[in-house]
């Protein structure tokens, strides 16, 4: 390898490291990843794809913390929940919540053209989830952590109730 292709590769490997190094350290910790404007300009499907893994895990921790079970009856209950029709059930105790900032993102959320279709909701339920969802993913990029918890506390517990836990799964129901 000539010396000049060598430096690119370690000059390209530092800046791959530092950015790495960067988000590792934001991520997890209580710091904003990107600023207000930033996140908006992200599209909102790709808010939304953050906002999914914010919701899902929100879902699956209060379910652990509801009770014993077994990871089958785990994953159905949180699948019933976080299912783009238990999300727009669930947005209905929300969306008078949103502020000015937060309602436009779930507007453009669920106005965003789509990849994929939903297989088991209708139009309307999957485009309003993708909108809330969006807003999640905002709000997570942000940092504003505590307003995540305000919103999705606004359900309250009756939501993450492991019923497949108490009552035998059946096809159907």
Do not use: W
């Amino acid at each position: 390898m000539e010396a000049g292709a060598r430096k690119s590769l370690v000059f390209s490997a530092r800046i791959c490291y530092n950015e790495y190094k960067k988000t590792e350290e934001s991520v997890f910790g209580s710091e904003s990843v990107l600023s207000g404007e930033e996140a908006k300009l992200l599209s909102p499907v790709v808010l939304a794809f953050v906002g999914d893994a914010v919701y899902t895990l929100y879902v699956r921790e209060r379910l652990i913390l509801s009770g014993g079970g077994r990871a089958a009856d785990f994953q159905r209950a949180a699948s019933r929940v976080v299912s783009a029709h238990g999300q727009s059930e669930f947005l209905e105790t929300l969306l008078p919540r949103f502020t000015e900032e937060e309602a436009e993102i779930f507007r453009r959320g669920r106005n965003a053209k789509k990849a994929t279709k939903s297989k088991n909701a209708s139009v309307s339920e999957y485009n309003r989830s993708t909108g809330f969802e969006a807003v999640l993913g905002f709000l997570y990029l942000t940092g504003d952590f505590g307003r995540i918890g305000e919103l999705l506390a606004a359900g309250g517990e009756a939501e993450y109730e492991l019923s497949a836990v108490h009552r035998p799964f059946r096809p159907g129901r």
